[in-house]
């Protein structure tokens, strides 16, 4: 509504547009970036060993991907906006 009233109907269509890409582009930054970091701190030894593990033939790191997308899939559905928001940014 208040960009509809600064900039009319057809500039709060793009900026509602702008925020869909640019929340497009947050997802698959997160889900290209989040499992390399679990996989990097895993191979350090930060974290547990198996999220160090990777795919035999692709020798991508299919544990942490898969541990990333559960943990985000939990938080989604028991969390507020705020620890997802909170999620985030401790992420980066």
Do not use: E, Q
């Not at 109907?9 to 930054?29: D, K, N, R």
């Not at 692709?58 to 906006?81: D, E, G, H, M, Y």
């Amino acid at each position: 509504d208040a960009a509809a009233a600064l900039i009319g109907p057809a500039g709060a269509t793009l900026l509602a547009a702008t925020a869909v890409v640019s929340c497009a582009g947050a997802l698959v930054a997160w889900m290209i970036g989040g499992p390399r970091v679990l996989f990097a701190l895993a191979s350090r030894g930060d974290l547990p060993a198996p999220l160090a593990k990777v795919h035999v033939l692709r020798r991508t790191p299919n544990v942490a991907i898969v541990a990333s997308a559960v943990l985000v899939w939990l938080l989604t559905i028991s969390s507020t906006f705020v620890y997802l928001a909170t999620f985030s940014a401790l992420k980066r």
